[in-house]
């Protein structure tokens, strides 16, 4: 089993960055697909990005050109970074993961879930 813990999240202006990372604890998540998602307030939760066991990349057309997701299996950790920040990115942003290595963009595929770190932007 693996547990997944984000952080970085926090408060920043429109136009602002931000980088979140997932560190996971348990086991190895080198052979894993590694996905980020997000919820906001009475919406459903939504694909944001996601990287394969083999490096390959996955964006949501919202955040494409603007958030780059990356894995440093040597810390066991993936990060989210999110540049251009825009209020409607906005959301409580949770960390998954695919044991079988995928990039898919359906929550249905991953296994684990972190507990979520919440994002404010203000505009």
């Known amino acids: 089993q693996v547990q997944l813990a984000e952080s970085g999240g926090g408060l920043t202006q429109a136009g602002g960055s931000l980088r979140l990372s997932c560190a996971a604890s348990?086991?190895?998540?080198?052979?894993?697909?590694m996905a980020w998602f997000r919820q906001a307030p009475g919406k459903e939760r939504e694909f944001v990005a996601a990287?394969?066991?083999?490096?390959?990349?996955n964006y949501a057309d919202s955040v494409k050109g603007r958030f780059t997701i990356s894995r440093d299996n040597t810390k066991n950790t993936v990060y989210l970074q999110m540049d251009s920040l825009k209020p409607e990115d906005a959301a409580i942003y949770y960390c998954?993961?695919?044991?079988?290595?995928?990039?898919?963009?359906?929550?249905?595929?991953?296994?684990?879930w972190g507990q979520g770190t919440q994002v404010t932007v203000s505009s």
């Open positions: 348990g086991r190895t998540i080198r052979y894993d697909g």
């Open positions: 998954a993961t695919d044991p079988r290595g995928s990039a898919g963009s359906d929550p249905s595929l991953y296994t684990y």
């Open positions: 990287i394969s066991s083999g490096g390959g990349r």
